[in-house]
């Protein structure tokens, strides 16, 4: 770091900007992908941000009421995800002209929203109740405590025959671990 004083204005440029960028790679999905919103909390350390996986490699795959979230059993983790569809209509809402800036900040948007969030199997506990989902960790604490896409609750987006047969798919695969 240079320590001669002069570079402290463009530091403090590169700072502010940085935090602007920040703040507006937050509010993006609602500024710059049309309709698209996703709302996401956790305080459980092993929700994981993984790669995009595909629904028909995982051992079973349901997708929400209005088809913009998939939830997968996997080998050793459940994962939810955008779905194709949403996905597609992200990028036909953000195909339009653009300036650098804003360029910039949907890749952020697009990358984040090609992820899927992951969880391992053996740690969690589900149940369908009251019309939800419930995932729940070995301490019983709630894995999400929001999780909302285009503000539907996704853990209440589900049909209840999908729901069931995801519940009891899980807790197959867990007994078959033990």
Not at 57 to 75: E, F, P
Request: charged letters at 25%.
């Amino acid at each position: 770091m240079c320590n001669c004083g002069g570079c402290m204005p463009y530091l403090s440029f590169m700072n502010r900007l940085a935090t602007c960028a920040l703040v507006l790679l937050l509010s993006a999905p609602a500024v710059f992908a049309g309709e698209l919103s996703i709302d996401l909390n956790s305080n459980d350390s092993r929700v994981d941000l993984a790669p995009r996986r595909n629904p028909r490699s995982a051992q079973l795959a349901i997708t929400s009421r209005d088809g913009s979230t998939v939830l997968m059993l996997a080998k050793d983790v459940v994962a939810i995800q955008l779905s194709d569809a949403e996905m597609a209509k992200m990028e036909a809402d953000t195909e339009k002209d653009t300036n650098f800036f804003e360029e910039l900040i949907l890749a952020g948007v697009r990358n984040f929203a090609g992820k899927s969030m992951e969880y391992p199997v053996a740690k969690l506990k589900v149940d369908y109740r009251g019309g939800a989902l419930q995932f729940r960790n070995e301490k019983s604490e709630p894995i999400f405590t929001e999780f909302k896409v285009n503000n539907v609750d996704v853990m209440r987006n589900f049909s209840s025959a999908d729901a069931t047969r995801f519940v009891n798919a899980v807790r197959t695969a867990q007994s078959r671990r033990n």
